[in-house]
């Protein structure tokens, strides 16, 4: 099948991650979108962030209803860092008759070439890049071997999860901004109340 292999921290899912997956999905043609929770992104290291069950339940929450949707722990089950190009070989070698698209926004686009073998990334699969209010730069050179990168254009959403937790952390409302049933999850398990991180 093609599957879509969309990463993220998450924390927490917001519409703009929801609006990215549906576009690639429908303009990529993809049979699936796997939204795969980042356990521990090493360009994220030292920053706090919620517990990984609490992200995994909210992505779960979010995607409700969307048969082209599912959610992937594969990174919350490994050990160490969350390496994409670790996730991409995984997935490549247990489905292997699979086509992989990566999925991302511009603004980590441009900062791909920093991860862990960026070029093995765009031969494992095909990059799909959306784009992100505030982004800029240059599509980057993966080499030769490179998939090509493809490129879905949505409508701008300036949302990002940080600004949510600090909307979260000051009292104000993320209604519309985040779904309804992850809105909902937040208050119950009071998350993103007075810091950016929250209770594990
Ligand atoms: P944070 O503010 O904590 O850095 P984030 O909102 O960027 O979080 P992530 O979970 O880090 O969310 O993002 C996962 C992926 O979704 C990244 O590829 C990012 O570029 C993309 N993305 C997130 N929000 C948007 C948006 N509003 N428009 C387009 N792409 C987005």
Request: proline fraction near 6%.
């Amino acid at each position: 099948m093609r599957l879509g292999l969309f990463g993220g921290t998450f924390d927490p899912i917001h519409v703009g991650h929801l609006v990215l997956a549906e576009q690639c999905r429908e303009a990529c043609g993809l049979d699936r979108v796997w939204f795969v929770v980042a356990g521990e992104p090493p360009h994220k290291r030292g920053v706090e962030r919620t517990a990984a069950r609490h992200r995994l339940e909210m992505v779960r929450l979010g995607i409700a209803g969307n048969s082209g949707f599912e959610v992937s722990d594969v990174e919350v089950e490994r050990e160490g860092p969350s390496y994409s190009v670790e996730t991409l070989a995984q997935i490549q070698a247990e489905r292997s008759g699979d086509e992989l698209f990566f999925l991302i926004g511009g603004d980590s686009l441009v900062d791909l070439p920093t991860w862990r073998e960026p070029e093995r990334i765009a031969r494992l699969a095909s990059i799909v890049v959306v784009n992100r209010p505030g982004a800029r730069g240059e599509v980057p050179d993966f080499g030769i071997d490179a998939k090509p990168i493809l490129s879905v254009a949505i409508p701008p959403l300036e949302i990002s999860s940080s600004d949510l937790r600090r909307r979260l952390a000051s009292g104000k409302s993320v209604r519309y901004l985040v779904p309804a049933a992850v809105t909902a999850y937040i208050e119950a398990h009071k998350l993103y109340r007075d810091s950016a991180a929250a209770p594990t």
